[in-house]
């Protein structure tokens, strides 16, 4: 679990801002349905989630239009997106990650911001993830010529190939003097640009690591996060409505109470034989609501962990607040689903205080 809280940590908050998402007037064009598979997802191989590892997907496009910070000058977007970050659960757009609101650094650098992005993916560990932003509105040609004169790594700039795909590489090496917004702690890395969906905007895939590059280069959807590996099982479930954000874990997740069972109170019951959690925010068409999707390897095991779940929920204590479970997530049911165990919860905060339980371990595992 090693780096979790720092990758969902928003820009200089003190903690995870993690409060309800309030709903505007609906898009004049309906975004996609959470069951539509999203493009920067299917672009990240499966192979990339090993045990531990984490995934995080953020639909900014409809993030940005709920927080009002959709059009308008860029003080004015900042201004109000800055104005809700504590308003709303929102997962840290890694790409620039603590430095988003460096706008023109991030043009001069990359020739685009985080308020081009229309959506943006990452899956693995630090520092072999893998980065995927879907950007609109902007061709190829124009981040080439921004990577092409960026003062500060432009120098350093070489074409690789790898499978028979090419890409944008700058070395694995620190450069303490080349901190940007896409290189907070001054590591070149890598990047492949490609054209958008249906030739629109472009596709850009980042690594820091050339062998993690060299291995996610080409892109097959049918053996991505999305179709395949852990959490697939997750995606699957996912029906009507609008995929706002979701964090996951693969493999199993480390209980709270660690090695510290003989003096921390653990759950009466823990559940086992699951392949990763999923935590979902989805907006139907009157409320958001949240979702922790549980992937066993068998109908089986998933039968079996359905009223476990349900017990935690209803009479099972947090081991980080001390709190009652049924306070945290209250009104929350519980469906089994085939081989996915279904938590669902309509309560303000509830998507944030799952990814806060999936990062602690505050979950009735081992």
Do not use: C
């Not at 908050?13 to 959470?34: D, E, F, N, R």
């Not at 045990?51 to 639909?59: A, P």
């Not at 943006?120 to 124009?142: L, R």
């Not at 029906?239 to 109170?265: C, E, I, K, N, W």
């Amino acid at each position: 679990m090693t780096g979790l809280t720092s990758r969902i940590v928003w820009a200089a908050a003190g903690g995870v801002a993690l409060l309800p998402l309030a709903l505007p007037a609906a898009a004049t064009t309906p975004p996609p349905s959470a069951a539509t598979a999203p493009a920067v997802l299917q672009r990240i191989p499966a192979s990339v989630l090993t045990n531990g590892s984490t995934l995080t997907y953020t639909n900014l496009a409809e993030i940005l239009r709920r927080a009002g910070a959709d059009s308008g000058t860029d003080d004015e977007r900042v201004t109000a997106l800055a104005a809700r970050i504590v308003e709303m659960d929102i997962n840290v757009p890694l790409l620039f990650g603590n430095q988003q609101f460096q706008l023109a650094e991030a043009r001069q650098e990359v020739g685009f911001t985080i308020f081009d992005e229309a959506e943006e993916a990452s899956a693995g560990q630090m520092p072999g993830t893998v980065i995927v932003a879907s950007v609109t509105g902007i061709d190829p040609a124009v981040i080439e010529a921004a990577l092409k004169a960026d003062p500060k790594w432009s120098a350093r700039l070489t074409t690789a190939t790898a499978n028979g795909a090419s890409f944008f590489d700058w070395g694995d090496e620190l450069n303490v003097t080349g901190r940007t917004p896409m290189r907070p702690v001054g590591i070149g890395g890598q990047m492949q640009v490609a054209p958008g969906a249906g030739g629109s905007g472009s596709l850009v895939v980042r690594t820091t690591r050339r062998t993690v590059m060299d291995s996610v280069a080409t892109a097959d959807p049918a053996a991505s996060v999305w179709s395949a590996g852990p959490l697939a099982e997750a995606f699957a479930r996912l029906g009507d409505g609008v995929l706002l954000q979701a964090f996951g874990v693969a493999g199993q997740v480390r209980s709270a109470a660690g090695p510290f069972t003989s003096v921390v109170p653990t759950p009466s019951a823990t559940i086992a034989g699951y392949s990763g959690m999923l935590a979902v925010q989805v907006a139907d068409a009157d409320a958001v609501h949240a979702e922790l999707l549980i992937p066993f390897e068998t109908a089986d095991a998933a039968a079996a962990a359905g009223p476990v779940v349900e017990q935690w929920l209803a009479s099972g204590t947090s081991l980080v607040r001390r709190t009652p479970i049924a306070e945290i997530l209250p009104g929350a049911s519980v469906t089994v689903d085939g081989t996915v165990v279904r938590v669902s919860v309509s309560a303000e905060r509830a998507y944030g205080h799952l990814i806060q339980m999936l990062v602690t371990g505050d979950l009735p595992v081992a």
